[in-house]
């Protein structure tokens, strides 16, 4: 990336956007960090890689027919820098050349099959260009999130001019692998009331946080409990695709967990910490010890006050269980959604094709304004009235009325009456903290648990992470803040594991989220909170843009639609610790940033 913040000279530098142009995201859905935040910890998996270089290790005996081999170009056909999905027969790889030395991997985000060879590849790594992933082009280890698979690597070799790839077609086929994990050595009787480490939920940072204790090669107990019913699952997913089973959600199986020794407690809710003791107290008596903790019980609807709450057909989306509920009652139905948040409105997206009529109550002028901007919220919402939905903005709701206990009007106080057979409440949330309020844990005056760069707390041996944190940012001069983002909780799970194994040290990710409606998705890198000016490059009628939020002269944060890999792009440059300034992205010309040629 160097170089990149010098005076742009726009007659050098040819603009080469790559929109992904058959972007199925199903999802449209997850996020990122910094170029390789976890770059200074011991690596991971160098008993085994599963890569093809370890073949020469194998025995004589080993079939060969599991492998592959195939001349994919001339030498000369990649410049340094440059990437190229290359098609060995029973399958693709990514063929990456830097430092005049060629090396191979999978070619797809093992998150959500994003093409790399679309990504942004930079200082020994290629970053997603969907969320914002990271991948070691040696090892090919996941270096920054979302997600938990890294990537098979091939063996590489030149002769005669030609680029020649060895590839084992399972892995090809799968296009990912998990990382080594050590076992549990202890001999433990499961109803043992004590854990080495006890983690409280199964999102992404207790579940990260899990699997990266094992991997550093952590072999006491570990047991992760949680208020679900399911194995971890893609929470981001339930908004975005209503009609998702648990099963296709499914993060980790429960045989996957046991094979690694990481004990998974459903459907169990923590009441209280004693941390003098050393335990965990659950709703149904069971008390537990731990002798460390970390908490990730992530967040809440935030309570609102209405009339008429004892009515069914209204829903916070939370489980798997709501989204079908939602999407089965909407069908040919009045569906009214409170709360423009991205959940709220990634849901009334998904129903206009399902319900009747779809309505959205709003006190905000236009959507995402305080998260995206006045002029981004607009196209938005004008996108969503193109697919009938009706918006009854700076209202909100006064009284909920059923018959028989099942919903049939919403009441807004302005006196405007809504029909409604299935409501969706998605007017933001706050964190699941309240059974810590007598534990000793400091919590802040909204009831964030307050830590350090090393995810600690307050009390020794305890740790937190994910949406119940505020943490020290280093871009704001280490401010406390709250980022709930899918991404941020995987990163911080790894870093509150490395801590508890005293590995400590900072990271430096990048926040990444996205969102996604009718088929396009929003990208979003930085920290915009308190932004005072956008600058928008591209066409926002035509919804390929992308819009740089700064503070003072400083870009602090960019978000895009159909512009990719800008924003994986922006969070490459901000990971490296550089600035980019608002006098760099106001003339128009951000060719400097895009060309593909400047890695």
Not at 126 to 136: E, I, L, Q, T
């Amino acid at each position: 990336m160097g170089g990149c913040f010098s005076k742009p000279k726009p007659v050098e530098v040819k603009v080469e956007l790559s929109l992904l142009e058959k972007e199925k995201e199903v999802d449209g859905l997850s996020p990122n960090g910094k170029a390789s935040p976890f770059a200074d910890c011991r690596p991971n998996g160098a008993l085994a890689h599963s890569s093809d270089e370890d073949s020469m290790l194998l025995p004589l005996n080993h079939n060969c027919r599991d492998f592959v081999e195939a001349s994919v170009c001339h030498v000369k056909d990649l410049e340094n820098g440059q990437m190229r999905e290359v098609d060995l027969g029973c399958g693709r790889a990514l063929l990456i050349k830097q430092h005049g030395e060629f090396s191979a991997m999978a070619h797809k985000c093992p998150h959500y099959g994003a093409p790399l060879v679309k990504g942004v590849l930079s200082k020994g790594h290629v970053r997603c260009p969907w969320h914002g992933a990271c991948f070691s082009t040696v090892t090919g280890d996941i270096e920054d999130f979302p997600g938990l698979d890294s990537l098979p690597t091939f063996q590489v070799r030149v002769e005669k001019d030609k680029v020649i790839i060895r590839a084992n077609k399972q892995a090809l086929q799968s296009q990912k692998r998990s990382k080594p994990m050590s076992r549990c050595s202890a001999v433990i009787n499961s109803n043992t009331g004590f854990s080495h480490v006890l983690i409280i939920g199964s999102g992404p940072a207790g579940l990260v946080c899990a699997e990266t204790l094992r991997q550093e090669g952590f072999t006491d107990r570990i047991v992760m409990c949680t208020m679900d019913r399911h194995p971890p699952y893609d929470r981001p997913k339930l908004s975005k695709s209503l009609e998702s089973t648990a099963e296709q959600l499914r993060l980790r199986s429960m045989d996957f967990l046991q094979e690694h020794d990481i004990e998974l407690l459903k459907e169990k809710e923590v009441v209280a910490v004693d941390v003098k003791t050393r335990s965990v107290t659950f709703e149904d008596g069971l008390r537990m010890e731990y002798r460390k903790l970390f908490i990730a019980s992530g967040s809440k609807p935030k309570p609102m006050n209405y009339k008429g709450k004892d009515v069914r057909n209204v829903f916070h989306l939370r489980t798997p269980e709501d989204a079908n509920s939602i999407a089965r009652l909407a069908n040919n139905k009045n569906a009214v959604i409170v709360g423009t948040s991205f959940v709220g409105m990634e849901v009334a997206a998904a129903l206009t094709d399902k319900a009747h009529s779809v309505s959205v109550i709003g006190i905000e002028p236009v959507p995402f304004k305080k998260a995206l901007g006045e002029k981004v919220g607009k196209v938005i919402m004008k996108l969503f009235e193109t697919h009938r939905v009706k918006f009854y903005m700076l209202n909100e709701v006064s009284e909920m009325i059923g018959q028989h206990g099942q919903l049939k009007e919403v009441v807004l106080k302005s006196g405007k009456v809504l029909r409604a057979d299935v409501c969706v409440i998605g007017a933001g949330s706050v964190p699941a903290t309240g059974f810590l309020k007598q534990s000793g844990i400091h919590l802040d005056s909204k009831g964030f648990i307050t830590v350090n760069k090393m995810m600690q707390t307050n009390v020794e041996e305890v740790f937190a992470g994910g949406d119940v944190v505020t943490f020290p940012f280093p871009p704001r001069n280490n401010k406390k803040v709250n980022i709930p983002h899918w991404q941020m909780a995987h990163v911080q799970g790894r870093v509150a594991a490395l801590s508890m194994m005293g590995r400590p040290f900072e990271f430096k990710t990048v926040p990444y989220f996205w969102s996604a409606m009718f088929g396009k998705t929003i990208r979003y890198a930085g920290y915009g909170d308190g932004f005072d000016d956008v600058i928008i490059q591209g066409d926002l009628d035509e919804l390929r843009f992308v819009a740089f939020y700064t503070r003072s002269e400083e870009v602090v944060a960019v978000a895009s639609m159909n512009y990719d890999p800008i924003v994986s792009r922006v969070a490459e440059v901000l990971g490296s610790g550089k600035t980019i300034k608002k006098r760099d992205v106001e003339t128009g010309d951000i060719s400097w940033l895009i060309d593909k040629g400047s890695h």
